[in-house]
């Protein structure tokens, strides 16, 4: 074969066509979501939904609403916390252009034409496309509404402790120290001084005496890491026989779980009762309650038994009680303390446990909303009603390929390598003893050899596979591994 030699000096051609040029494969999870959501019309939907807020003759074309619900799921699976990072991920991916359905010559949404959009588009056209994909689960059987689980987490919030200012004066932090050492004695208090002088305080970051204006709705607030920030609280309920989101509300951070969790109810019962199942029949309405002990309260017992619903709320420990004059919420808070010790109260509560804590870790911890980088509890319940629709159609992806987000796919090589190990593993045992009981304590020239071919694919199969970027861990190391631990080391 001749040797090619590579042209120094070349014509750049005036015109290419578009259909000329190399195309990469799609990412199969993006490709399955599309597919998914063009057999149902989401597109036509979104449009329905969003055409009060585009002129119908005057201007420029604006952001496609389907593009923009998109861009959003697109923060969700890949982990973006800001729309400056959607954008940019947007364009630097051919799979996300053809997700999108943005051609070649056609430019990927500016992060401020995504800003834009948002606020054009109102909370009510969000949470419709949240029930529009709680719909799409129920008909795939994976929304019952019988148990439904509540939880809260906090977000922190786009502003810094430092900024906030007095509700009656408006000073701020540093110029209200000042005054009060100054009261004190101090003419000219130093940083040590006022320092000094804080650390004494009691209840100096009271909600009723401090804001942000930055972000009047964000909250002072303990953190679950124990750090004090300016917060949100982000509650969901979820249905706790498939783990499917139904309801997700964004509260003041300061408010107790007994405060917020009722309205995160009716939020769970109202899109509920717009959920009809795979026969087309109404799906059951919250028969069940199931909630940790920061949302027990003889009022919130007692009222959820009024309304008819089933409660397994965990009872912190309080001690003698006295009941005087409150007997229908005696009976209310003796029969959820019974309800919890059953073996089926027992089995709710850790399931609660298990699929709250799970939708947490998906939409804020690997979806990347723990931080917000808006502001406003409209426009973050905004991201979060998608981030939320996301999770829901990850729970869709699952049951038609196995995997819920495009990461899941990268570990499938390895597993696959795993089990031909085991496999071989297997069969090398086999072999290795059929031989030693046919000639005894001789080792004869199959045995090494498939001792030789053992060690090869061990060798192999120790490649990790990191989406397209293969690693070979040390020798030394992978034997090693490899003659401890067959399939589950190779997932690590």
Not at 63 to 84: H, N, Q, W
Not at 310 to 329: C, F, H, L, N, V
Not at 452 to 478: D, F, M, N, Q, S
Request: glycine letters at 8%; proline letters at 4%.
């Amino acid at each position: 074969m001749a040797m090619g030699k590579r042209t120094r000096d070349r014509q750049p051609a005036m015109w290419v066509a578009t259909t000329e040029l190399p195309t990469t494969a799609s990412h199969p999870f993006y490709a399955r979501l599309n597919q998914v959501l063009s057999e149902h019309r989401f597109d036509d939907f979104a449009e329905a939904q969003c055409a009060e807020f585009y002129a119908e003759t005057m201007g420029r074309p604006g952001l496609a609403p389907g593009i923009y619900f998109r861009l959003l799921l697109v923060g969700y699976f890949e982990g973006l916390d800001s729309e400056r990072g959607i954008a940019w991920r947007a364009a630097d991916s051919l799979t996300l252009r053809d997700f999108l359905g943005l051609t070649l010559p056609e430019a990927p949404p500016d992060h401020s034409t995504i800003s834009r959009t948002r606020r054009l588009i109102d909370l009510e056209t969000h949470r419709a496309v949240f029930t529009w994909v709680l719909e799409r689960l129920a008909e795939c059987g994976l929304v019952k509404g019988k148990t439904i689980g509540i939880d809260a987490t906090t977000l922190e919030a786009n502003a810094a402790l430092r900024s906030i200012v007095r509700r009656d004066t408006g000073e701020g932090y540093q110029e209200f120290l000042t005054q009060l050492a100054q009261a004190s004695g101090i003419e000219t208090p130093t940083r040590a001084d006022l320092a000094r002088l804080d650390r004494k305080r009691k209840k100096k970051g009271s909600n009723d005496d401090w804001t942000s204006p930055a972000d009047p709705d964000a909250k002072i607030t303990k953190m679950k890491d124990g750090r004090t920030h300016l917060a949100h609280k982000a509650e969901h309920a979820v249905d706790l026989d498939t783990g499917a989101i139904v309801g997700v509300t964004v509260q003041e951070a300061h408010l107790g779980d007994t405060t917020t969790m009722t309205e995160t109810l009716a939020e769970a019962v109202e899109q509920l009762d717009q959920v009809t199942d795979e026969n087309s029949d109404p799906v059951k309405v919250a028969d069940e309650v199931v909630a940790d002990k920061g949302c027990h309260s003889r009022a919130v017992v007692l009222e959820l038994n009024q309304h008819g619903f089933r409660t397994y709320i965990s009872e912190p420990d309080r001690g003698p009680q006295s009941w005087r004059d409150q007997g229908p919420a005696r009976d209310a808070v003796y029969a959820n303390r019974r309800r919890i010790h059953r073996p089926r109260g027992l089995r709710l509560l850790r399931r609660r446990g298990e699929l709250l804590e799970r939708t947490f870790a998906h939409a804020y911890d690997t979806g990347g909303l723990r931080r917000t980088y808006l502001r406003g509890h409209g426009n973050i319940l905004k991201r979060v009603l998608v981030h939320a629709s996301g999770f829901n159609l990850g729970l869709m992806m699952r049951r038609l390929i196995g995997v819920g987000t495009p990461r899941g796919l990268q570990g499938r090589v390895a597993a696959l390598i795993a089990l031909l190990i085991s496999l071989w593993r297997t069969m090398t045992v086999a072999g290795d003893r059929r031989s030693s009981s046919r000639n005894g304590d001789r080792q004869p020239a199959i045995t090494t050899a498939w001792t030789l071919l053992r060690r090869r694919l061990l060798e192999i199969g120790t490649c990790v596979a990191v989406g397209t970027t293969v690693t070979r861990r040390p020798p030394h190391r992978t034997v090693r591994a490899g003659l401890l631990h067959t399939a589950p080391t190779l997932d690590e």
